[in-house]
């Protein structure tokens, strides 16, 4: 227990800015490989990259969704109590942020909360911890801030990620951003982002 409440950022301000500016560079720049900083300790089910994010984007103002994995974990929800305050809510489309540890674990993207027109903004985040950022099937992406096009090469992308990805897309300007994280890394797919199977 004691080493879930003191486990957050060495250096809680200085480390929270840059692990901030890893998220805007990873969204900025899509398919690209932004490292973050770790925290001091991790619970095993909320790994080092989940924290990093949760620790730098949440507070008592952000409501968060985790999945079932992380929420029934009562040493998760105490160290995001602990550390952020922010109020864990159940349902997707309730939540500005959403933390899920594995593809499996969660829902569809169109379950969380999509923005509005005139606040598309207030959509969800969504950060997902995949097997690797790098070493599996080759895509290719293309849109804003990627210069011609680009590959990425994700391991532990859900079954049905493109069909999903192509609805989410089609939404724009509402639709949810998602952080990919492993190995100490994140990815960004901001909603503008095109993703096709291909070389």
């Given amino acids: 227990m004691d080493t879930i409440l ?33 925290p001091l300790s991790t619970h095993r089910r909320l790994g080092p990259e989940l924290v990093s994010i949760l620790l730098t984007l949440s ?47 969660l829902p569809r993207l169109d379950q ?25 099937e080759q895509l290719v992406v293309r849109g804003p801030g990627i210069k011609d096009h680009g590959h990425i090469n994700l391991v532990g992308l859900p079954e049905d990620f493109f069909a999903q990805w192509s609805a989410n897309r089609e939404l724009f300007p509402r639709g949810i951003d998602l952080l990919l994280v492993a190995d100490g890394a994140v990815m960004g797919l901001p909603r503008t982002t095109r993703i096709s199977e291909g070389h």
């Fill in 6 to 38: 003191e486990g957050g950022f060495s250096s809680p301000v200085l480390n929270s800015q840059t692990a901030f500016r890893a998220v805007m560079d990873a969204l900025a720049n899509p398919g690209t490989v932004q490292k973050l900083v770790a």
């Fill in 59 to 105: 507070d008592h103002d952000t409501p968060i969704w985790l999945d079932d994995t992380l929420r029934s974990d009562p040493a998760v929800t105490e160290f995001i109590a602990f550390h952020t305050g922010a109020p864990v809510v159940a349902e997707p489309g309730r939540a500005m942020f959403a933390f899920a540890s594995a593809a499996a674990a």
């Fill in 112 to 136: 969380f909360n999509l923005g509005t027109q005139e606040y598309p903004d207030r959509s969800t985040t969504i950060v997902l911890a995949v097997e690797a950022l790098t070493g599996g």
